[in-house]
T-cell receptor
Framework: GQNIDQPTEMTATEGAIVQINCTYQ??????LFWYQQHAGEAPTFLSY????GLEEKGRFSSFLSRSKGYSYLLLKELQMKDSASYLC????????????FGAGTQVVVTP | DADVTQTPRNRITKTGKRIMLECSQT?????MYWYRQDPGLGLQLIYY???????NKGEISDGYSVSRQAQAKFSLSLESAIPNQTALYFC??????????FGPGTRLTVL
């Protein structure tokens, strides 16, 4: 079966940095996505990694190590609006582009 | 105007009723997906479609059916709704292997 693990909740202070880890064990791998989801709203795309290394996009960075089955999302200079759930999703190794989602990490940003 | 729309946004129904959730997109994408989201479980794939003539079951298709009426439209039906189908339902679209774009969601309650 597919297994994607991420912490349930993390709390950090405004202006700080938070790192959300995601480990995966899946039948095939064809890329890893991070989505942000505010309560009751649709997930929105943040980042995509298919090769090992770091991808930087403004205040958000994502890292992938395929050999370790590991990724992290780094949020810098936290703002109150960053309080949301962050979903790690693995694209499985078939041709249909199916995504297997983790349960999400709820990030709470405090003043 | 939103690229991916879902109707209705909220629905309360009774056990045994037939329900249809509709999804429309103006992005011109071939691939469309239906997910359900339950608290603590992340997004689970119900059905997906590569094009109008292609329908595939996801990981939790029992109790659901779909129809791809056109490239832009993908409907999800619950033939006989039951209480454990109470959830938040999302439609998504993608263009080949790129990120998925999600609709605003339909909150369904089955009494």
């Amino acid at each position: 079966g597919q297994n994607i693990d991420q912490p349930t909740e993390m709390t950090a202070t405004e202006g700080a940095i938070v790192q959300i880890n995601c480990t995966y064990q899946t039948s095939g791998f064809n890329g890893l996505f991070w989505y942000q989801q505010h309560a009751g709203e649709a997930p929105t795309f943040l980042s995509y990694n298919v090769l090992d290394g770091l991808e930087e996009k403004g205040r958000f960075s994502s890292f992938l190590s395929r050999s370790k089955g590991y990724s992290y999302l780094l949020l810098k200079e936290l703002q109150m609006k960053d309080s949301a759930s962050y979903l790690c999703a693995v694209r499985l190794g078939d041709s249909w582009g199916k995504l297997q989602f983790g349960a999400g990490t709820q990030v709470v940003v405090t003043p | 105007d939103a690229d991916v729309t879902q109707t209705p946004r909220n629905r309360i129904t009774k056990t045994g009723k037939r329900i249809m959730l509709e999804c429309s997109q103006t992005k011109g994408h071939d691939r469309m997906y239906w997910y359900r989201q339950d608290p603590g479980l992340g997004l689970q794939l119900i059905y997906y479609s590569f094009d109008v003539k292609d329908i595939n079951k996801g990981e939790i298709s029992d109790g659901y059916s779909v129809s791809r009426q056109a490239q832009a439209k993908f409907s999800l039906s619950l033939e006989s709704a039951i209480p454990n189908q109470t959830a938040l339902y999302f439609c998504a679209t993608s263009d080949s292997d790129n990120e998925q774009f999600f609709g605003p969601g339909t909150r369904l309650t089955v009494l």
